[in-house]
């Protein structure tokens, strides 16, 4: 299979012409396109493109969902339901209704789509957390009725407020390694039940997911202990990690990128596809560092290099030039 060089993409109503053209002139060859956002008419346009598409389902987040289960609100270590921040509203990755959605939504999109579509690729497979900046606020979730009656093994029964608490310093205190290892099983246990489904529905379908960019140094380890995501687990249920390596939003270098990518391709058995950032945040993002970036994740990676996202060089020909040279097969100057 040839190398992935696709957009995300979650194409504007208002803007939907001259995001396609910047599609077709960047010479990429797949996108990955939010699931509200398929239409047949635009995968018409994809399949005559040639174009790769696949369907990027969020799994833990969403306003929606909130408002149709409120149960599925987060708890955190301070026993306080999670509110929203911005645009991101954290669901608890443990409530049933939002399982049993997410994956009849995906059921819906293959009835619906499915001969349009190769593959799936899982976004917020994880516990909440805002990490798109470089020192995120590290809480530990979640403790909601639901998920202390799974950790504990008992039948699902309402916490009063010190009960809660008491039994969130147990946990943290007396049983925080087995407190991580659940979560990380819980994650990648959903992970197997979409790919349990993929495999029964439509085995020939690829199944990635998006993975935090965070090595086990970074954070005391918050990428299992936080968010629950162990790539080893993880690599294990999914073709495709996509280490969303978005350097400067995370306040790092863009050689950063080879070090995240490096070690998850060593901690995990799946191929590693890294999706780089071209918005301009925080600040502007030049070309060069776009193309600096662009060098590096395609010198680690023989999958390929996805772009968050298609709108930021929509806007900037600059940008567009740097990416369809790197797509068209310009030369890779970096190496590790
Ligand atoms: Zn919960």
């Known amino acids: ?23 077709v002139q960047s010479g990429a060859n797949s996108v990955v396109i939010q699931i509200h956002a398929l239409t047949d008419a635009l995968l018409d346009r994809l399949r005559r493109q040639g174009a790769t598409v696949y369907v990027d389902l969020p799994l833990f987040a969403g306003a ?15 026993g306080s339901a999670m509110g929203s921040d911005e645009w991101y509203v954290p669901l608890c990755p443990n409530n049933v209704h939002v399982r049993a959605h997410r994956l009849a939504s995906l059921r819906s999109i293959l009835e619906r789509h499915g001969d349009s579509l190769h593959g799936v690729w899982l976004d917020f497979v994880r516990y909440p957390l805002r990490w798109e900046v470089p020192q995120p606020n590290l809480v530990q979730t979640c403790f909601c009725d639901q998920c202390l009656a799974l950790f504990f093994g008992h039948p699902l029964r309402e916490y009063a407020v ?92 863009s050689e950063w990128i080879a070090d995240v990518v490096g070690e998850i391709h060593a901690r995990s058995c799946a191929d590693i596809l890294p999706i ?9 993002l030049s070309a060069a560092e ?47």
């Open 290 to 336: 776009l193309r600096r970036a662009l060098e590096i994740a395609r010198a680690v990676s023989d999958k390929g290099v996805l772009l968050f996202d298609l709108s930021a060089i929509v806007r900037n020909p600059d940008k567009l030039a740097v990416v369809r040279e790197a797509f068209e097969g310009g030369k890779v100057t970096c190496r590790r």
């Open 64 to 78: 929606d969902l909130r408002v149709s289960f409120p149960d599925s609100a987060p708890v955190d270590e301070y």
């Open 1 to 23: 299979m040839p190398p992935i060089h696709g957009f995300y993409w979650s194409p504007s109503p208002t803007n939907l012409e001259a995001e396609w053209r910047t599609f």
């Open 162 to 253: 010190d009960e809660r608490k008491a039994a969130i310093d147990a946990i943290l205190n007396k049983r925080f390694d087995a407190w991580v290892e659940w979560k990380c099983q819980r994650i990648a246990g959903f992970v197997q039940d979409v790919r349990d489904f993929l495999k029964a529905q439509r085995p020939d379908l690829r199944l990635g997911l998006f993975a935090l960019p965070w090595r086990l140094t970074d954070h005391n380890a918050a990428i299992r202990t936080i968010v629950g995501q162990d790539v080893a687990l993880l690599g294990r249920r999914v073709d495709i990690i996509s280490p969303m390596v978005y350097h400067r939003l995370c306040g790092q270098s």
């Open 276 to 284: 780089i950032q071209t918005i301009d945040a925080p600040g502007s």
